[in-house]
């Protein structure tokens, strides 16, 4: 394939609105880079042609012109119509509208120089192929070297050398340019209502904006995700404290369980003391009276009963010689004085006077008390 030298063709490019298609290869077609130009210069002195006749068109409508319409084709003046502006510049006395109507004469031979120019070029180029509503340059482009005897590999070999309009507009001018192997194309806008360039211009803008939505989208999805991840975090460090606090309650729970448990136990328990009655004595926890059963002494605190003894499980307390420092056992006093023997409580002395047993008769009564057992040998 060919690659057309942009120097030949700048001029072109710059002045007129069509897509220029280039083949990709080193070498160029000699025959094939002249159509291309020729192409180019149809495609400009086309849209010259328009051009000038939207510009005739708003000139006869400035002039009050309106019964004069050039042809639709050729956008020139009949001759008919010439002779008719003729008479009314003679006839005319307005400085302003006669020159303005001589503009219009001026210009309709300008418009007529682009038609012969326009038309010996097209003479010498090739029938352009009109694109129809759904037709794509690749497909049009592999019909035309069908034509010529191609296979469809060899076709689309030749094509994939080629730069291609991705869309089309109905109405574009395609010329196919094939010589010696080699395949060219140029795109020119016809009677399209858009040019190459412009809806080229328009599908990348399409793209671009498509594309800026996109980013914009991913943005804000990157933005949520991120949202989403804080109100993880947040429901994540929520929910850790809710289970340090639901392990706080339970363990506070578990406390209270406890020390209910055991305000309970000692709310149903007697609290007692087992001692030698002359050591209780000298350490002031009771008091013997000469004429009196003994009773608390100075010294008597809720400290000194370390021993205890749940009545909901038993009602007998035991007491060994040996724990309080003694030989045997001769007599167990009960302080305070207000518990009777065999009444609130039964005293048996083992016979060897080593134990004594208590039994509680009346539980109740020592419920939560605090009972001293005053032992003497």
């Not at 328009?202 to 991120?226: F, H, T």
């Amino acid at each position: 394939m060919i690659r057309f030298g942009r120097s030949s063709l700048m001029l072109s490019l710059m002045t007129a609105s069509f897509l220029l298609v280039m083949p990709a290869c080193k070498r160029e077609d000699p025959q094939i880079r002249e159509l291309t130009q020729k192409a180019a210069e149809a495609d400009k002195t086309s849209q010259q042609l328009s051009q000038e006749g939207a510009e005739q068109q708003k000139r006869l409508a400035q002039a009050g012109v309106n019964d004069i319409k050039p042809n639709t084709e050729t956008l020139q003046l009949t001759d008919e119509q010439k002779k008719a502006l003729e008479e009314r510049i003679k006839n005319e006395k307005n400085s302003s509208y006669q020159a303005l109507l001589q503009e219009v004469l001026d210009k309709d031979k300008e418009i007529k120089d682009l038609n012969g120019k326009l038309a010996k070029l097209k003479a010498e180029l090739p029938k352009p192929d009109i694109a129809r509503p759904g037709d794509s340059h690749y497909g049009m482009a592999i019909r035309f070297l069908r034509k010529k005897g191609l296979s469809e590999a060899e076709a689309k070999k030749l094509v994939s050398r080629v730069n291609i309009m991705e869309k089309m507009a109905p109405g574009f001018e395609v010329y196919h340019f094939y010589a010696n192997g080699v395949y060219g194309t140029w795109v020119a806008q016809g009677r399209a209502k858009i040019t190459p360039n412009e809806l080229v211009r328009q599908e990348r803008e399409k793209i671009e904006g498509e594309r800026d939505e996109a980013v914009a989208q991913s943005e804000k999805l990157q933005e949520d995700v991120q949202d989403l991840q804080n109100q993880k975090q947040k429901i994540e460090e929520e929910i850790a404290g809710l289970q340090t606090e639901r392990a706080n309650l339970i363990e506070e729970r578990t406390k209270l369980q406890a020390d209910n448990a055991t305000q309970l136990a000692s709310l149903n328990s007697i609290h007692y003391l087992v001692g030698d009655r002359d050591k209780l004595k000298q350490e002031g926890i009771i008091e013997i009276p000469i004429f009196a059963k003994d009773r608390a002494g100075k010294n008597w605190r809720d400290e000194v009963f370390t021993q205890s003894l749940d009545l909901r499980s038993g009602h007998t307390i035991t007491i060994k010689a040996s724990e309080v420092g003694l030989k045997k056992i001769g007599k167990v006093n009960v302080v305070p004085g207000s518990y009777l023997k065999d009444q609130h409580y039964k005293l048996t002395i083992s016979e060897d006077k080593q134990t004594a047993t208590i039994d509680l008769l009346t539980p109740a009564r020592f419920k939560n008390d605090k009972v001293v057992f005053a032992v003497t040998e």
